[in-house]
């Protein structure tokens, strides 16, 4: 098992920033490729940004390219995703989760997930 916890969402206003944390327990944080998805109310989840194991390899969602970077510490079993130039249709809950392959992960078939921090923009 591997339990996900996210932290650092909040109230940003457009053009500003946030960083989002994903602290993991349980199973050996380096042996799962890990990745961001988003959910605003109505609309479906939306892949945002995967990272490979050893972080190697990154892929982002298109309307994210430029402005979101994911980055890992396996020494600290944290997953990042730092959020730049922010807008308003970035607001969504934002998940972390972990997944035994990143194409798993870029699919949407985890094997474990967060509960989720709230991200709202205003304009």
């Known amino acids: 098992q591997v339990q996900l916890v996210e932290s650092g969402g909040g109230l940003v206003q457009a053009g500003g920033s946030l960083r989002l944390l994903c602290a993991a327990s349980g199973r050996p944080f380096s042996s799962y490729a890990m990745g961001w998805f988003r959910q605003a109310p109505g609309k479906e989840r939306d892949f945002v940004a995967a990272?490979?194991?050893?972080?190697?390899?990154?892929r982002y969602a298109d309307f994210v390219k430029g402005r979101f970077t994911i980055s890992r510490d396996n020494a600290k079993n944290t997953v990042y995703l730092q959020m730049n130039s922010l807008k308003p249709e970035d607001t969504a809950v934002y998940y972390c989760?972990?997944?035994?392959?990143?194409?798993?992960?870029?699919?949407?078939?985890?094997?474990?997930w967060g509960q989720g921090t709230q991200v709202t923009v205003s304009s």
């Open positions: 990272i490979s194991e050893s972080a190697g390899l990154t």
């Open positions: 989760a972990a997944a035994t392959t990143m194409q798993r992960v870029i699919l949407g078939a985890y094997n474990y």
